[in-house]
T-cell receptor, first 112, second 120 residues
């Protein structure tokens, strides 16, 4: 079942903040966040496994709510390099062969 | 670490020919590899999952006789698009995961750079 991402698109000025949400109707095992630039493959940002978990890397962080049905990606003081399409991928269970189901993506544009 | 390569990066072929795309994990062993296709401005759609030494598991609606997947070793998987037609033109991306918790994070899928296929 495909997770729902919102918003579909965001336009920011450099230095502004953004939040991207990813929701599922059922509890998840994990949420994975990726950023994809035009014509390139997705680049892994982070994975969240535990309910209530928060993770961060520089000015990009994410949370996974206690019920493990919703995750948010936070981009703080955005930079031009943050532009791209952000996808969340969700897993319902653990396992090497378990597949990721990706949301439709959120297109982020950061302007000078 | 966690580098996945794909070859070729771009291919243009005539309708009716077959095209093979290679996916390699360069610095880790991939117990599972995934093949996706992506149309412009759309999400990644999983085509199939392959485990080393086993037959691939195809997603509903994906023709297994048209998209042949082989995962003969822990570092290589191939996707062959047989008798390609213009509607097969797309961006094909593989990802690799080490489910045993080796050198890379167990639960993470690492993506290759993608192969853009154009069928004339």
């Amino acid at each position: 079942q495909q997770p729902v991402q919102s918003p579909q698109a965001v336009i920011l000025r450099e230095g502004e903040d953004a939040v991207i949400n990813c929701s599922s109707s059922k509890a998840l095992y994990s949420v994975h966040w990726y950023r994809q630039k035009h014509g390139e493959a997705p680049v892994f940002l982070m994975i969240l496994l535990k309910g209530g978990e928060q993770k961060g890397h520089e000015k990009i962080s994410a949370s996974f709510n206690e019920k493990k049905q919703q995750s948010s990606l936070y981009l703080t003081a955005s930079q031009l390099s943050y532009s791209g399409t952000y996808f969340c991928g969700t897993e319902r269970a653990q396992g090497g062969s378990e597949k990721l189901v990706f949301g439709k993506g959120t297109k982020l544009t950061v302007n000078p | 670490g966690a580098v996945v390569s794909q070859h070729p990066s771009r291919v243009i072929c005539k309708s009716g020919t077959s095209v093979k795309i290679e996916c390699r994990s360069l610095d880790f062993q991939a117990t599972t590899m995934f093949w996706y296709r992506q149309f412009p401005k759309q999400s990644l759609m999983l085509m199939a999952t392959s485990n080393e030494g086993s037959k691939a598991t195809y997603e509903q609606g994906v023709e297994k006789d048209k998209f042949l997947i082989n995962h003969a070793s822990l570092t290589l998987s191939t996707l062959t698009v047989t008798s390609a037609h213009p509607e097969d033109s797309s961006f094909y991306i593989c990802s690799a995961r080490d489910g045993r918790g080796g050198r890379v994070q167990t639960d993470t899928q690492y993506f290759g750079p993608g192969t853009r296929l154009t069928v004339l």
